[in-house]
């Protein structure tokens, strides 16, 4: 059960979109990173928004090696009814504990949902679609089994995971993103979006919606100049191209993560798309001087 919670984990998730991105399609891949990260920033707004505690922050009982074990015994005080509410005073003791929960709604099954259904809608292949049905079931059994969520937080991460990607696709296919050749402002409009983070950075938690505008910045940047990089044939030649995008990304993600360039989360929002932007650039014309991308139709 950890090993499948652990693939609804920040790492693995990166990786798996980055190597879709970079080792698969660049076009379709982009538009998977960005519902991802998406997925992942409103679940965050919704688990301090709504403050829910999770089962081992009510029952001492539940066993965890994640988080401190809870002194408070509140599970006889839990609701008797699945659609009953925590009571006031579950969330007033849970609410001002050391221990931060933030149980609703579940981040791996919404981000494992958003993520294999997207993948699914995009690509249009009946492996993804057996693979994605087993992996969230599996995930979602994870979270209940270790107690890290409830059957409620469970189901609200499937419907968000479910509903936003469907959203964001269908902005998507307005902008005729995926059937155009050339690309204008137009058509690249959904990679422009998450700057509408910035003018709140100083309220949320941005270093994800940057570290991914800065990925968009650099891909526009190049589809613009060249269009959108043919990666190659050869087998080891895209596994090499995606792992060196992998390990520079993640290297540039989590620097991002740790440290507070300034004392201004809007002029770090910045600084952060401006490192994720040379980064990204970077290690694509790395990898064109390689010979493992190239940007025409075919090698």
């Known amino acids: 059960m950890w090993f499948f919670s652990l693939l609804g984990t920040t790492p693995v998730i990166i990786t798996l979109c980055l190597a879709i991105a970079f080792g698969l399609e660049l076009k379709r891949g982009l538009v998977l990173i960005n519902i991802v990260a998406w997925t992942a920033f409103t679940i965050t707004l919704l688990k301090v928004g709504v403050d ?10 539940v066993k ?3 988080f401190a074990f809870n002194e408070n015994d509140l599970s006889e005080k839990m609701p008797a009814n699945f659609f009953e509410s925590f009571s006031a005073e579950i969330l007033e003791t849970t609410r001002t504990d050391q221990i931060v929960q933030y149980g609703f709604p579940s981040g791996h099954v919404a ?11 995009l690509f249009k292949k009946r492996w993804i679609l057996k693979w994605g049905i087993g992996i969230i079931i599996l995930t979602a059994i994870s979270r ?8 409620g937080d469970v189901l609200g991460g499937l419907v968000i995971g479910f509903a936003l990607p469907l959203l964001l696709l269908f902005l998507v296919k307005k902008s005729r993103y995926l059937d155009l050749q050339t690309h204008d402002t137009t058509s690249l409009l959904f990679f422009w979006m998450p700057w509408l983070v910035m003018p709140f950075a100083a309220y949320i938690t941005y270093w994800q919606m940057a570290s991914v505008l800065g990925l ?10 060249r269009n959108f990089p043919v990666f190659h044939v050869i087998t080891w030649k895209r596994v090499l191209a995606a792992l060196l995008v992998v390990l520079f990304f993640l290297a540039a993600h989590y620097f991002n993560k740790l440290v507070d360039i300034t004392n201004s989360s809007v002029l770090d929002f910045m600084l952060i798309t401006v490192l994720n932007f040379i980064v990204v650039l970077g290690i694509l014309s790395l990898n064109r001087r390689l010979f493992l991308i190239k940007y025409r139709l075919a090698f």
Do not use: C, K
């Open 64 to 66: 965890t090696e994640v």
């Open 216 to 225: 968009n910045m650099a891909v526009i940047f190049i589809v613009q100049r």
């Open 144 to 151: 209940i089994y270790l107690g890290q969520h409830f059957l």
């Open 52 to 61: 829910y505690p999770r089962p081992i922050d009510v029952d001492p009982n």
């Open 111 to 121: 981000i494992q949902t958003a993520l294999w259904l997207s993948f699914l809608l």
